[in-house]
């Protein structure tokens, strides 16, 4: 599904762009990542690296320049198969999951002021789009 290299910014970044407006981005299935980040640039404003999915949109790692903040459901097999994607990672010149307890962004919208989050190894749950987590943009190939 995705090649996924490294986490993509040193620290953690909040979800919005400081605006909380209603995206529309409630797909969760797989396949719904780049859609889903193009319909929030649009509500949130341009590439900007101060926000998820801004972040996500402009990395251009591996020379590619097709990345974006993964749904929900992807977020989830990500989790699922952190050993393998970290394995893969490392030996391709990547990195690992670093933060913990490994908080990540999806680019599914809860609310107004809500996004989902996934916690990785525990839970799933819904936070205000001002908190930090970390970002790890995917790409399909």
Do not use: H
């Not at 797909?27 to 990542?33: A, E, K, M, P, R």
């Not at 926000?51 to 974006?68: E, I, R, V």
């Not at 198969?81 to 970290?86: L, M, N, V």
């Not at 609310?111 to 790890?136: L, P, Q």
């Amino acid at each position: 599904m995705s090649k996924i290299p490294t986490d993509n910014s040193a620290s953690t970044i909040q979800w919005y762009n400081g605006y909380n407006i209603v995206t529309g981005v409630t797909s969760d299935g797989i396949g719904n990542g780049r859609p889903n980040t193009d319909y929030i640039i649009a509500a949130q404003g341009e590439e900007q690296t101060n926000y998820a999915a801004g972040l996500a949109k402009a990395y251009s790692g591996g020379g590619y320049t097709d990345w974006f903040l993964p749904c929900f459901k992807e977020l989830e097999k990500m989790a699922a198969s952190e050993g393998i994607i970290t394995t893969t990672a490392l030996a391709n010149g990547g990195g690992s999951f670093e933060y913990y307890p490994k908080q990540y962004w999806s680019s599914n919208e809860a609310s107004i002021d809500m996004a989902r989050a996934i916690v990785f190894g525990s839970s799933t749950y819904s936070t205000s789009k001002n908190a930090n987590m970390a970002v790890r943009a995917v790409r399909y190939f």
